[in-house]
């Protein structure tokens, strides 16, 4: 273990932000001293020892090479664009540029921003990432409808693409809606708020998926406190309702979901379709099996009515059906996951409900006693997807299998190879 240097503040400049960067990866990710990076990288130990202190800007080649060998995946990298831009923006910002060429000069530096304020998944902030943000984000703003097709896209982003790119994309747009509510009326700031709710939602939902947990139950509140403010009284159930089921996948305790749940129905007056579908689920995941069996059958009944799809799409009929193969995967009903997780999977094209009722029938089968076969089906499932795409929700999935194998077979040979598959981190944000 490398002996931990004196801080840096991440706060001084956006070079010492770099410097951060680099000893946090240095430290705390990979243990490695400063003369062992040196040599691996191929720099001088002294002029690192400046670098990330903040006090000589290293020339990009270098940086390349120390995000080579840290494994930072382009993230250090990343930081130095952002130094240098922020450095070029300072000096010639606003001196003859005509209103197009200062817009895409926006554009460009909130992608930077927005690489830059996602190292707070690292435990890395700065106060440059915010000067940036101020800087850049002159007047952005949109209409309603506009901020409305923002939400479905991010949505969407969600399902199809790896959740470090949404969480960059949502943090510009983030951004520029707190920035347009400063200088709107009151009845608009209240529009403005439904929206704010609906993109942090989406926004705690792909932190979720990044493992970032402590990050995404304070945009839970974000989400919760913005929602409450719009008035929208269908957006606040819904908000809460996505927090209670998300909160399943490694966040809270199943026993403290289902308080989630609970305090949602005291507003609603009365269950709904989603709740009941994070509380069979938490059931199942406390082992109370009977009790699931009976929120499955409520559920299902009032589902017969018809499942109404929420206007920005976070809530879907597949939904009810992927519950329906959670519980009795965990109740090693078989035939009957089997089945809800086709219904599942003719409904969606999202990669992580597919992946998900995949783990499922492999759970299944470890419950019935099918360890070998049950552990390895649930490896290949894993094993199949890219990296980037290996959320906390799908690797979560896993660990409930791994649960599931008894105590007298936790030593056997396929299960610490799923083991393996398991201690694979989801892919952090750049």
């Known amino acids: 273990m490398p002996r931990v240097s004196n801080p840096v503040s991440p706060n001084a400049s956006a070079w010492h932000l770099l410097g951060a960067a680099i000893r946090h990866w240095r430290e705390q990710v990979r243990c490695l001293s ?86 707070g998944a690292l435990g890395i902030s700065g106060e440059p990432v915010r000067q940036l943000l101020d800087l850049s984000l002159d007047h952005d703003f949109r209409t309603l409808e506009e901020w409305d097709l923002a939400c479905v896209d991010h949505l969407h982003a969600l399902r199809t693409r790896p959740p470090r790119q949404v969480v960059a994309d949502l943090v510009i747009d983030l951004m520029t809606v707190r920035r347009q509510m400063t200088a709107s009326a009151p009845a608009e700031v209240t529009a403005l708020q439904r929206v704010t709710a609906a993109l942090s939602t989406v926004h705690a939902n792909a932190l979720t998926r990044l493992g970032d947990h402590g990050a995404a139950i304070r945009w839970w509140h974000t989400a919760r406190h913005a929602a409450d403010l719009s008035g929208d009284f269908q957006l606040r159930l819904l908000v809460r309702g996505e927090e209670a089921g998300h909160g399943l996948y490694g966040q809270r305790d199943p026993a403290t979901v289902l308080r989630l749940v609970h305090s949602a129905e005291q507003i609603a007056g009365k269950s709904s379709v989603d709740l009941l579908t994070t509380r069979a689920k938490a059931l199942t995941l406390l082992g109370r099996n009977d009790e699931a069996r009976e929120t499955l059958d409520a559920l299902l009944r009032l589902a017969q009515g018809g499942v109404t799809a929420d206007p920005l799409g976070f809530w879907r009929e597949n939904q009810v059906y992927f519950a329906e193969s959670w519980v009795h995967a965990g109740a090693g009903n078989e035939a009957a996951a089997d089945k809800a997780g086709s219904r599942v999977a003719g409904f969606t094209s999202d990669y992580q409900y597919r992946a998900n009722v995949a783990l499922h029938g492999a759970w299944c089968t470890v419950v019935r006693g099918g360890t070998d076969e049950g552990v390895r089906r649930a490896a290949a499932t894993i094993d199949a997807l890219q990296p980037a795409y290996r959320s906390t929700h799908i690797l979560e999935t896993g660990r409930t299998i791994l649960r599931a194998v008894p105590l007298d077979q936790q030593d056997r040979p396929a299960v610490g190879e799923f083991r393996e598959v398991l201690s694979v981190e989801p892919a952090r944000s750049v």
């Open 34 to 119: 400063q003369r062992d990076l040196a040599k691996a990288a191929l720099v001088d130990q002294g002029e690192l020892s400046r670098w990330e202190r903040g006090l000589v800007r290293p020339h990009i080649d270098h940086v390349k090479a120390i995000d080579d060998v840290l494994g930072a995946d382009g993230q250090i990298t990343a930081i130095h664009t952002l130094a240098t831009e922020l450095d070029r923006l300072h000096t010639q910002v606003g001196k003859g540029k005509t209103t197009e060429e200062n817009a895409t000069e926006r554009r460009k530096l909130l992608h930077l921003a927005a690489a830059g304020a996602a190292l």
